[in-house]
């Protein structure tokens, strides 16, 4: 059975960082792309980065390129979302989701998702 | 990266069928077949019904469909049900090699 499960959210402080992760299994993580989609409070989903299988290829919304840093490591099956310079909004339930194959960005299976709060 | 544009609600009673819409521009889901839909209820995490445009992935029932139309691809629910009470968003492709979402449409089985 593929499981994504999140962690490393919560609050934080405008201006900080945080570092999500989220651990696989049930599937060769090595074979598939990943991806980070957020959703603000009563709002709609928004694609955030995404990263090929062997992290050839990055992706970025616009609304956090240069502040954000997606990677994974293959060896331990995780994926991660470096997040700098947060802004309120930012604030979001994070989700990790994968990828139907390589950057096909069909999104067939979904973490339950972290939430991040950015507030003074 | 705009966000493509869907109808903030559409409602039907059960057994009817409705149509939600996703519509963007020809750098995105007028110019590729890569069109998908997600299904998402509350508190949950969104949930692939429909990929490539008309593609049902394994357990999908076959009550939802979807197609296109130039720049608007489209989702069909027939014989409503009260469980497909949920948020719909639509996603695409675009030439940005990145996809965008849908505003998203909340559907109401009356």
């Known amino acids: 059975e593929v499981q994504l499960v999140e962690s490393g959210g919560g609050l934080v402080k405008p201006g900080g960082s945080l570092r999500l992760s989220c651990a696989a299994s049930?599937?060769?993580?090595?074979?598939?792309?990943m991806n980070w989609v957020r959703q603000a409070p009563g709002k709609g989903l928004e694609w955030v980065s995404s990263?090929?299988?062997?992290?050839?290829?990055?992706y970025y919304a616009d609304s956090v390129k240069g502040r954000f840093t997606i990677s994974r490591d293959n060896a331990k099956n995780s994926l991660y979302l470096q997040m700098n310079s947060l802004r309120a909004e930012d604030t979001a339930v994070y989700y990790c989701?994968?990828?139907?194959?390589?950057?096909?960005?069909?999104?067939?299976?979904w973490g339950q998702g972290t939430l991040v709060t950015v507030s003074s | 990266q705009s966000a493509l544009t869907q109808p903030a609600s559409v409602s039907g009673s059960p057994g009817q069928s409705i149509t939600i819409s996703c519509t963007g521009t020809?750098?995105?889901?007028?110019?590729?077949?890569?069109v998908s839909w997600y299904q998402q209820h509350p508190g949950k995490a969104p949930k692939l019904m429909i990929y490539?445009?008309?593609n049902r992935p394994s357990g999908v029932s076959n009550r939802f469909s979807g197609s296109k139309s130039g720049n608007t691809a489209s989702l069909t629910i027939s014989g409503l049900q009260a469980e497909d009470e949920a948020d719909y968003y639509c996603?695409?492709?675009?030439?940005?090699?990145?996809?965008?979402f849908g505003t998203g449409t909340k559907v109401t089985v009356l």
């Open positions: 989701a994968r990828d139907w194959g390589e950057l096909l960005w069909v999104l067939n299976y």
């Open positions: 020809s750098s995105d889901v007028g110019g590729y077949n890569y």
């Open positions: 990263i090929s299988s062997s992290s050839s290829y990055i």
């Open positions: 996603s695409s492709y675009t030439s940005s090699s990145t996809p965008s």
């Open positions: 490539e445009v008309s």
């Open positions: 049930g599937f060769t993580f090595s074979s598939y792309s």
